[in-house]
C-alpha cells in the first residue's frame, strides 16, 4: 500500500536554529515529490516539485532534496514567519489517474 | 491571474443534509482534485476530472459524488451528510492529467463543512 510518513510531527526551533524535516515514502508509480506549506485554516500552499533522486530546489530559506526513499527539507536560519505545517505529498499515476498521497504534515514553531 | 477559488468559504450542515460545494480552477488549467482533510491530518485524495470526464476516485463512499462542467469548474456533492463528514474541503487544479512537469498541482482555500 503506499504510504507517507512525515518527521517529525512537530517541531519547535528558535530563530536562526537550522533543521530538517523528514518524509520518506513506499509507493509505486512514482511521479513526482511535492513540498506544501500550510497556515491554519488555509489551503497548501506549493513550495516545490522533485523529480527524481538527487534533484534539489531552493526558495529563499529552505531547500528541498530527493532520494530513492525520501526527501529532507532543510530550514536554514527560520523565522517566526516560516512557523506553519509543512506538508509532503508523492505524486502517484495509476492507468488514467494521478494522484497526490499526502503525508500528516510537521507543525513548525519558530519562536523569536 | 486569479488562483484557485472556491465556495463558499463555511458552511455548517445537520446531519442527513446534503452540500454542494464549488471550485473554479485557474485559468488554463483543465484538471481539478478533490480532497478532503480532517483537522490534524493531511489531504486526502477524493475525485480527479479532467476534460469533464472522473479520471480518478479515493475511498470514499457513493454519498460523494462530483462533475466537471465545460469551463472546467467542478462541484462536489455529499448526499446523507454524517458528523465524520466535517473537514476542511480543497480543491486543486493542474494544467493537465499527466503531463510530466506539468502535474503541479495548486489548492484553493478551502470549504470548511461543519456538520451538526
Known amino acids: 500500500e503506499d504510504q507517507v510518513t512525515q518527521s517529525p510531527e512537530a517541531l519547535r526551533l528558535q530563530e536562526g536554529e537550522s533543521s530538517s524535516l523528514n518524509c520518506s515514502y513506499t509507493?509505486?508509480?512514482?511521479?513526482?515529490l511535492f513540498w506544501y506549506r500550510q497556515d491554519p485554516g488555509k489551503g497548501p500552499e506549493f513550495l516545490f516539485t522533485?523529480?527524481?533522486a538527487g534533484e534539489e530546489k531552493e526558495k529563499e530559506r529552505l531547500k528541498a532534496t530527493l532520494t530513492k526513499k525520501e526527501s529532507f527539507l532543510h530550514i536554514t536560519a527560520p523565522k517566526p514567519e516560516d512557523s506553519a505545517t509543512y506538508l509532503c505529498?508523492?505524486?502517484?499515476?495509476?492507468?488514467?489517474?494521478?494522484?497526490?498521497?499526502f503525508g500528516t504534515g510537521t507543525l513548525l514553531a519558530v519562536q523569536p | 491571474d486569479a488562483g484557485v477559488t472556491q465556495s463558499p468559504t463555511h458552511l455548517i450542515k445537520t446531519r442527513g443534509q446534503h452540500v454542494t460545494l464549488r471550485c473554479s480552477p485557474i485559468?488554463?488549467?483543465?484538471?481539478v482534485s478533490w480532497y478532503q482533510q480532517v483537522l490534524g491530518q493531511g489531504p486526502q485524495f477524493i475525485f480527479q476530472?479532467?476534460?469533464?470526464?472522473?479520471?480518478g476516485r479515493g475511498n470514499f463512499p457513493d454519498r460523494f459524488s462530483a462533475r466537471q462542467f465545460p469551463n472546467y469548474s467542478s462541484e462536489l456533492n455529499v448526499n446523507a451528510l454524517l458528523l465524520g463528514d466535517s473537514a476542511l474541503y480543497l480543491c486543486?487544479?493542474?494544467?493537465?492529467?499527466?503531463?510530466?512537469?506539468?502535474?503541479?498541482?495548486?489548492f484553493g482555500p478551502g470549504t470548511r463543512l461543519t456538520v451538526l
Open positions: 522533485l523529480y527524481s
Open positions: 505529498a508523492v505524486l502517484v499515476y495509476g492507468g488514467a489517474t494521478n494522484k497526490l498521497i
Open positions: 486543486a487544479s493542474s494544467w493537465a492529467l499527466s503531463s510530466g512537469r506539468f502535474d503541479e498541482q495548486f
Open positions: 509507493v509505486s508509480g512514482l511521479r513526482g
Open positions: 485559468s488554463g488549467h483543465k484538471s
Open positions: 476530472y479532467y476534460e469533464k470526464e472522473e479520471r
